[in-house]
């Protein structure tokens, strides 16, 4: 018996890559091909790239250049580039590595069955751009061993940051209807999902492409689903919340308690030059809006620093923001120069170790901040979804509502991964909680 063909997935980059992996495994486990968690017994090997910073395009060629190395031994072993770096790189990414067998874009990823069948009947295939007409099985989505289903709402982006690839990579933005999101939520809850996060790179910006509703709407609709136990959505844009949405967020409680709300900078003079549309007081009167709705509100943000023409000052009112707002979790990088945006042109660059020293300074300050944030949660009950092993035998992981990472002692019997538990946190520290898992009460029949 011959044995079954086997493929690896390497992911780099956001929510949306990650669902694009589930949705290329999806597709080949359709034909009988299995993952494997070694690259060198895979028979397809895919890279799904993120191209966000310069860093992560260049890491995904040096990680093709190991991989070739397979061929030698594997002369029928396929590579394939996917996500935003082959879209970004289409034709030229098959020039510059001689051994790649196909360049599939972020917007292809539903044809990645008839792409293999072309490239084994000869044809190096590149299937970039943004067709109309998209792919999407709902069916061929590898969810397994998964927690939380996430369903694309909306693709692609219009908001032209000067410092920004995405609306390059994913096109321009683009919603789904209702109905289809409708069913594929469904779907979800019908294979026992407890979480829905619902994607896109402005997911506040969904609108229904021919009707009335806009997100608050759709909130709504999903959060009032039997069967829904947290709603998240990921990523908002701070422009796009009207106080429709907010006054949802306040009215469901299975719409979690956590917000990913990226501001960028602090300075109203940065904010400008990237592009971002809101100013520093309005950043923040949305973010009084949002706690006043739903007080027990964990926010968390995305930062730039050493963006051009940032100066001290500038970079001053970025740590008092973030002392004023006291995120519970923050994502910041130094800005990083991206092909075909405008931000590389705009004067007074800032000099790599002024920006590396300012991204120490906020690390620290926001290390302390979480830390003090997460101590005071020392001695509470927290709802818990199980979502793997622990590194020390015994223990567990799981995620709360507000989103925040729980390492717990598992107790005698270890959680079904999935299930929803109970920790009593017993330790802070400023990324995780550590606890101690709650028996189950036992209800008493009368
Ligand atoms: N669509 C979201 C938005 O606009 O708020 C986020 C998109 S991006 C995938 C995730 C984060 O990467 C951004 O929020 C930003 O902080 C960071 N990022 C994007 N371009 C960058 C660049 N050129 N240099 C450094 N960080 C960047």
Redesign the pocket.
Known sequence: MTPPRRFFIETW??Q?NELDTQRMAGQLMQQGILPTHQPEEADIILLNS?S???KAAQKVYSRLGEYRQFKRDRGDLLIGLCGCVAQQEGEKALERVPDLDFVLGPARVGELQEVVARRRAGERVVATGFPEDRQYDIDAVSRAGEYKGMVTIIEG?N?N?T????PKTRGPERSRPSAEILREVRHLLDYGFQEIELL???VNHWREPEGEWDFADLLDQIARMPGVQRLRFV????RDFTPRMVEQIGRHANICPYLHL?V?SGSDRVLRRMG?GYTRGEYLDLVGQLRRARPDLALST???VG?PGETEEDFESTLELVREVRFAAM????????PG?A?PRLSDPVQPEVASERLQRLFQLQNGIQEEINRELVGEELEVIVTGWGKQPGTQTGRTPCHRVVHFATGPEPALLGSVTRVQVETALPHSLLGRRLPVPVLALS
């Open positions: 980059g956001c949306m993120c966000v910073r310069e982006c908001k940051c410092f920004c690839i995405v896109g790179q402005t990523t908002s844009y701070p990226p960028q971002r995305d930062l730039i963006f994502y910041a990088f130094k800005y990083s120069p991206r945006t931000a």
